[in-house]
């Protein structure tokens, strides 16, 4: 199927651009583990290039007021020994 082929070259290619020319792999399990762990960030955290910039697997954020946006407190999350960056905000 042409559109199919075309999904997961996309895939591959994500995958390789973002993950794997960052990281050396050391062995067939390092290589599942990190592929599981860039799997789950692009799935769940990473922003997409959309106007509500939306992740696949959760809805919409909800807008801050302006009030708000001074004293929000950014918290950094590393993953794969920092090749991934998540950045949340306590509730």
Known sequence: MP???SIMERWVRT???ELLDHTPIRN???L???LRAHELHYNEHRTRR???AATPLHPLPQ???PE???SLR????DRLSGVLHEYRHPA
């Open 63 to 65: 807008p801050l007021e």
């Open 50 to 52: 959309s106007p509500q």
């Open 28 to 30: 067939e399990q390092h």
């Open 74 to 77: 950014i918290r950094r999350h």
């Open 3 to 5: 559109r199919t082929n």
């Open 32 to 34: 599942r583990h990190a």
């Open 15 to 17: 995958h390789r651009r």
């Open 68 to 70: 708000r946006i001074a």
